[in-house]
């Protein structure tokens, strides 16, 4: 068998399956399936596979700019890059992401709360629009998940959402300090890279 015809059948198998889920599956997701499917190929190997296909994964980030200048009261920068902590809810970090799916914008509220110790999602919510709702309902689950006055620093960009006073007034009742980054730096993105790659692959 000549070198052209070697991937014959896998390709066709790769192709079936990323049309089965509607082009949802990245090269990892795809892996699993095939190796369910008995082809036992590395990811690396479907990669290049999909690649000379055509075949890429419909889930894309895009970049969101979510600031529209002062609309409210700004932060002070308390994280000041230092992503590290030391226990869980002592920091945490949230972000607003906006995805391109399938055609149509989804809104994911992306660090969507990420826990800097565990790098954990503590939540997150999913619109089709930026709203304001989409942030509250996200610390709605998030605070229910933890006691009154941990001290715990909730850090974000300085995003119209962050600056809101409802969202600033559920912040100081339950006892979290607010922390921005500088105009035009992402709060969240050396830190969502984790879920957007669970979301992607």
């Given at each position: 068998?000549?070198?052209?015809?070697?991937?014959?059948?896998?390709?066709?198998?790769?192709t079936a399956?990323?049309?089965?889920?509607?082009?949802?599956?990245?090269?990892?997701?795809?892996?699993?399936?095939?190796?369910?499917?008995?082809?036992?190929?590395?990811?690396?190997?479907?990669?290049?596979l999909?690649?000379?296909?055509?075949?890429?994964?419909?889930?894309r980030?895009?970049?969101?700019?979510?600031?529209?200048?002062?609309?409210g009261?700004?932060?002070?920068?308390?994280?000041?890059?230092?992503?590290?902590?030391?226990?869980?809810?002592?920091?945490?970090?949230?972000?607003?992401t906006?995805?391109?799916?399938?055609g149509?914008?989804?809104?994911?509220?992306?660090?969507?709360?990420?826990?800097?110790c565990?790098?954990?999602?503590?939540?997150?919510?999913?619109?089709?629009?930026?709203?304001?709702?989409?942030v509250t309902?996200?610390?709605?689950?998030?605070?229910?998940?933890?006691?009154a006055?941990t001290?715990l620093?909730?850090?974000?960009?300085?995003?119209?959402?962050?600056?809101?006073?409802q969202?600033?007034?559920?912040l100081?009742?339950?006892?979290?300090?607010?922390?921005?980054?500088?105009?035009?730096?992402?709060?969240?993105?050396?830190?969502d890279?984790?879920?957007?790659?669970a979301?992607?692959?």
């Amino acid at each position: 068998m000549n070198s052209a015809d070697k991937y014959k059948a896998v390709k066709a198998e790769i192709t079936a399956i990323y049309h089965e889920n509607k082009g949802r599956y990245g090269y990892r997701r795809i892996t699993t399936e095939l190796h369910k499917r008995n082809f036992l190929l590395n990811h690396k190997t479907v990669q290049r596979l999909m690649k000379e296909l055509g075949l890429v994964c419909r889930v894309r980030r895009k970049k969101y700019r979510s600031y529209k200048g002062e609309v409210g009261k700004i932060a002070p920068n308390l994280l000041n890059r230092d992503f590290r902590a030391e226990k869980p809810n002592q920091k945490w970090v949230t972000d607003v992401t906006e995805f391109s799916l399938f055609g149509e914008k989804l809104y994911l509220s992306l660090s969507p709360i990420l826990d800097l110790c565990s790098s954990d999602l503590v939540s997150y919510t999913i619109s089709d629009r930026p709203a304001l709702t989409m942030v509250t309902t996200m610390l709605d689950e998030a605070f229910a998940k933890i006691p009154a006055e941990t001290n715990l620093i909730l850090h974000s960009d300085q995003g119209w959402q962050y600056q809101h006073k409802q969202y600033q007034q559920m912040l100081r009742e339950k006892g979290v300090r607010q922390s921005m980054s500088r105009k035009g730096k992402l709060s969240g993105q050396c830190c969502d890279r984790k879920f957007l790659r669970a979301a992607q692959k």
